[in-house]
């Protein structure tokens, strides 16, 4: 087995919009990400939008992606910001909490 066939790791950073802070958005964002086996964090943004951050393989985390594009199940997303990069490491998944 060469290592070209092992998965890819990559970084996605997510800004998302809509009704998406108040409704479980972050709590069912770490949920689902733990149950992909990603690393990462999110958080809430003072203009009303969500911040996420998923490390892992590359698929994985398109599939994150597509999972943040419906959300919680009352949230209403209108928008789903992603820029890809290479990963940086992050161990574990959570919930960062503003201070504002």
């Not at 997510?14 to 990462?40: C, D, E, F, P, W």
């Not at 203009?47 to 590359?58: L, Q, T």
């Amino acid at each position: 087995m060469s290592n070209s066939t092992l998965p890819k790791q990559t970084r996605a950073h997510a800004l998302i919009s809509g009704k998406v802070q108040g409704v479980g958005y972050r709590y069912s964002t770490m949920n689902a990400a733990k149950k992909l086996g990603l690393n990462g964090w999110v958080r809430n943004l003072p203009d009303s939008r969500v911040e996420a951050v998923f490390e892992g393989a590359s698929e994985v985390v398109q599939e994150m992606i597509r999972w943040c594009h419906d959300g919680s199940i009352k949230a209403i997303v209108t928008d789903v910001q992603v820029k890809y990069s290479e990963a940086e490491g992050l161990q574990g998944f959570e919930i960062i909490r503003s201070h504002e």
